[in-house]
Every structure is written in C-alpha cells, then in structure tokens.
C-alpha cells in the first residue's frame, strides 16, 4: 500500500519504518529538519532497540521516502497515519495543536485526491477528537465529505518506549474506531499478519480505550508501589508479595472487579481496606491512592444519590440491598448506605430483595442493619411487581432474570429507572445508568 506517516516521533518513526520493511510505500513527514536528516541517511531518528537495523534497511529498500512538509503525495496515498504529539499544556489539558495544523494540512492537501484517501488518527487524543474536531477541520479545509470523499478513523497504538518494533509486530491486539466500514477493511488489510484480535469499536471507545489503558498502567505502577511503602515499613518484601499477587488470574489478574458498575461493600473490601490504611498511618506511610479509593467509593454513592434526586420523584422502589445479588450479607452494602440516605432525606422506600429474609439474618449481619436501619422491617417486601407499582423512581441495585424483565414494564409505565446493575434501559429517557 502507499503509505503517509505524519509525525516521526517514537510512534511515528516505528510505524513507518516497519511498514516500508513489510513491502509498503512509505512517505514519513515530520516538521523537525534533523529527523529527516537522519532519516535520508538511514539513521533512526530516536534510539530505540532494533530501531537502526530496520531503518537502514527501510531508506536502502527504496520504499521510504521522507519530507518536513505536508504536500500534494499524500493525496495519493491509500492510508495517512498521524503520529503528532498531544503533550500535555499547563492546565494538564491536552494541546491539540500539532493535531490540528496536520488536519489543516491534510484536508488541503486532500482536496486533489482522487480515490479514498484514509486518515487514521494514532495519536492519543481526548473522546470525540477524531469526530468532533478532526473531522471538521479535514472537511473544511478540503471541501470534501469524511465516509464519502475520504475514511477517517482511530487506531490506538501501544507500543512502549524500548520495546517499541517488538511491539509494534505483537500488539495485544489491533483496535479500531471507525464510524464507516471502509476505513476499517482497508486497515484489517494492512495489519492482516499481526498477531491478537482485531476490533472494530466507535471511534470514541477506541479513543477512551487508550487514555484508559494508560491511567490503568499509572494505576497498577503507584498500586504497587504503596504496598511496597507499607511493606517496607513492615518488614515484609513487597516485591514477594506482588508476585504471589499476580499469580492469582481468576481475581487478580484479570476481568474480575473490572466492570463498572455499583460501589463495592460487604463484609471483606472496605474492612480490609481500612485496616491497610490505618496501618500505613500508625508507621507514617502515606498511601494517597489507596485513600483515594475509599473516597471514590463514597463519591460514587453519592453519584447514585444525585440521580436519584434528579428524577424529581420522593417514593423510591428499591431492587437489591444486600451488597451483592444472591447473598443476604448487608455489612457494608453500598444499597444500605443508599437507602439510609435517602431515608434520612426524607425519601419513601420499599425495598425488595429475595436473598434477605429478616426472620433468618442472625449475628453480625443482623445487628448491622438493625444499627443502620432501624425499622427495615417495614420496609423489605418479597413482591417484585408491588415494589415495581410503588417506585416513583426504581433504583436497581441488582440483576436477575425476573429483574431484567421488569424493567421495560417499569419504563413503559413512565416510572424512572436509576440502574446501578446494568439492566437494558439505554434509550428511554426516564432511564439513568449510573456509569454509562
Ligand atoms: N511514545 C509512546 O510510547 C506512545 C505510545 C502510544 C501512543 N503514543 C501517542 O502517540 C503520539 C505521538 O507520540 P510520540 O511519543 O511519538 O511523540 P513525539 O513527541 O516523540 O513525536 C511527535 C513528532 O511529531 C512531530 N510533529 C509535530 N507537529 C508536526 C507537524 N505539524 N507536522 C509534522 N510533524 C509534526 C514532532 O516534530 C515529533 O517528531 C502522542 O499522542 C502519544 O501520546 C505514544
């Protein structure tokens, strides 16, 4: 294929090295004179394992070709990656400049183009860039219409600094964004031989997607750098500690809890937590995103609680209490601390749960929520339809199969539905995931 990389920085200059070594016709555009100095003489422009080997062979192959401007080639081309940075500015916000001044650039450019000229936007970009502001900019300054004249679409890329050509040809897996199917075929085309899955998602997914594998990598760093603090301080090696950790694949090291979804509760999470913190506290360690994790669940309780209020209704059906679906453990259970709120606010409520039978709950799990809510009693009904007819508002806190199918009529009815359990209301206007 004819290939066009604009911004031959770690991303760039690996892209589009490799593709000229895999038999495509590359053109690599970057602003900076002394990169495509390097380039021209086969040097890489950035040291990187393997990078100077594949470079030299890529410039002596003849297939790639460099320049510091954007021009009429690219009209040309079958795909134009844009690898430009997206640096953060000083109020953390990302500068889109570089972005913007290559679509300008682009969309002049494409205005000769003949056939479909693909842009696929590698940069790591906020949610809504790729159609929001890219598409616009390519539109305007080319007179021509994206999934018509020309394809646009997101394909997120992960390689890492050091490893970069090795993981270029092992991606976990090839993702990308697009709201037409052609761009997607020609890039499934493209990177037909690289190993994982390919996925096509919207392009705001895919961008999402990125920013969140990053905090989640920053997330996992600083995770286990505290418990390293507080084992230090402990006398316990952390490092042991995070390798029997990450042994564990059915809970740790994978999907499990990573779903959004309710706050956590029960008997276990928030205990444990607490006695880690408090830990930390006694031996001076400060351990913010642990704290932070006890805030974030609190925040989004309250979160519940504003789109509870927002629905403008006082009598409250509530699905689920105990702190998760087919137990009756109520320690701790975050619809619990939900309904005591909204009792305290002076909201009406019957509650309904199957799994929780006042008469059978006994020891600790009995004298919690007779300390928290003391007339509960009054409250708990075992008839799904009557909580149904009684919610102004249902809130449903947990999932199952009469549940699912209760919803619609609740919705049909003109009742407002809060979901913090992810039933299928999307759509309605009276409906309201809690996080999506
Ligand atoms: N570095 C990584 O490991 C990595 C991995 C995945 C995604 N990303 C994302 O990819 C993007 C690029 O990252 P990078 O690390 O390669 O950045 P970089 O700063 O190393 O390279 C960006 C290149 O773009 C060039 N450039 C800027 N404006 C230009 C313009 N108008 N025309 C032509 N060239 C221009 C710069 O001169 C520079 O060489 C960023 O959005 C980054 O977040 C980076």
């Known amino acids: 294929m004819r290939i066009c990389v604009i911004g031959l920085g770690y991303v760039?200059?690996?892209?589009?090295?490799?593709?000229?070594?895999?038999?495509?016709?590359?053109?690599?555009?970057?602003?900076?004179?002394?990169?495509?100095?390097?380039?021209?003489?086969?040097?890489?422009?950035?040291?990187?394992?393997?990078?100077?080997?594949?470079?030299?062979?890529?410039?002596?192959?003849?297939?790639?070709?460099?320049?510091?401007?954007?021009?009429?080639?690219?009209?040309?081309?079958?795909?134009?990656?844009?690898?430009?940075?997206?640096?953060?500015?000083?109020?953390?916000?990302?500068?889109?400049?570089?972005?913007?001044?290559?679509?300008?650039?682009?969309?002049?450019a494409l205005k000769s183009a003949s056939g479909f000229p693909i842009v696929v936007m590698r940069s790591t970009i906020y949610p809504g860039t790729t159609d929001t502001f890219v598409q616009p900019l390519l539109e305007a300054s080319s007179g021509k219409k994206a999934n018509v004249?020309?394809?646009?679409?997101?394909?997120?890329?992960?390689?890492?600094?050091?490893?970069?050509i090795k993981?270029?040809?092992?991606?976990?897996?090839?993702?990308?964004?697009?709201?037409?199917?052609?761009?997607?075929?020609?890039?499934?085309?493209?990177?037909?031989?690289?190993?994982?899955?390919?996925?096509?998602?919207?392009?705001?997914?895919?961008?999402m997607m990125k920013l969140?594998?990053?905090a989640f990598h920053a997330m996992k760093?600083?995770?286990?750098?505290?418990?390293?603090?507080?084992?230090?301080?402990?006398?316990?090696?952390?490092?042991?500690?995070?390798?029997?950790?990450?042994?564990?694949?059915?809970?740790?090291?994978?999907?499990?809890?990573?779903?959004?979804?309710?706050?956590f509760g029960g008997s276990c999470l928030p205990k444990d937590l607490r006695a880690l913190l408090y830990m930390a506290k006694r031996n001076d360690v400060e351990l913010p995103l642990l704290k932070g994790i006890a805030d974030s669940n609190v925040d989004h309780i309250d979160h519940a609680l504003t789109l509870i209020r927002a629905s403008g209704n006082r009598k409250v059906g509530m699905i689920g209490l105990s702190f998760k679906a087919g137990t009756d453990d109520l320690r701790e259970s975050p619809l619990v601390t939900l309904a005591e709120q909204l009792i305290g606010k002076g909201y009406e409520l019957k509650i309904y749960d199957p799994a929780v039978s006042l008469a059978r709950l006994i020891g600790?799990?009995?004298?919690?929520?007779?300390?928290?809510?003391?007339?509960?009693?009054?409250?708990?009904?075992?008839d799904l339809a009557a909580t149904g007819a009684y919610g102004e508002?249902?809130?449903?806190?947990?999932?199952?199969?009469?549940?699912?199918?209760?919803?619609?009529?609740?919705?049909k009815a003109g009742k407002h539905v809060v979901d913090l359990a992810g039933v299928n209301g999307a759509g309605n206007a009276n409906y309201a995931g809690v996080c999506w």
């Not at 394992?49 to 690219?74: H, M």
């Not at 004249?149 to 970069?164: H, I, K, N, V």
């Open 167 to 207: 993981d270029f040809y092992k991606p976990p897996f090839t993702i990308v964004g697009s709201n037409s199917d052609k761009p997607v075929a020609v890039v499934r085309e493209l990177f037909k031989a690289l190993p994982g899955e390919f996925i096509v998602t919207s392009t705001r997914n895919a961008e």
């Open 364 to 382: 600790a799990n009995k004298r919690y929520i007779q300390q928290t809510i003391p007339h509960i009693e009054s409250l708990l009904t075992d």
């Open 149 to 164: 004249d020309f394809g646009l679409c997101f394909q997120p890329e992960f390689l890492r600094e050091g490893s970069s």
């Open 212 to 214: 969140a594998c990053n």
């Open 12 to 108: 760039g200059a690996v892209t589009a090295v490799c593709l000229a070594r895999d038999g495509n016709q590359v053109l690599g555009i970057d602003l900076d004179p002394t990169k495509i100095d390097l380039l021209k003489r086969g040097q890489a422009p950035i040291i990187e394992e393997g990078l100077q080997e594949v470079t030299l062979a890529a410039a002596q192959s003849g297939r790639l070709e460099v320049a510091s401007e954007v021009d009429a080639r690219i009209a040309t081309c079958d795909l134009i990656f844009v690898c430009v940075g997206t640096p953060s500015a000083p109020n953390g916000s990302q500068n889109l400049a570089a972005v913007e001044r290559v679509a300008q650039q682009i969309g002049a």
């Open 393 to 411: 508002v249902i809130v449903v806190g947990h999932r199952s199969n009469e549940i699912d199918a209760a919803v619609g009529g609740w919705l």
């Open 221 to 263: 760093v600083s995770f286990a750098n505290e418990v390293g603090r507080l084992g230090r301080s402990l006398g316990v090696d952390a490092r042991a500690v995070m390798d029997l950790l990450c042994r564990d694949t059915s809970l740790n090291i994978s999907p499990a809890y990573l779903r959004p979804g309710f706050a």
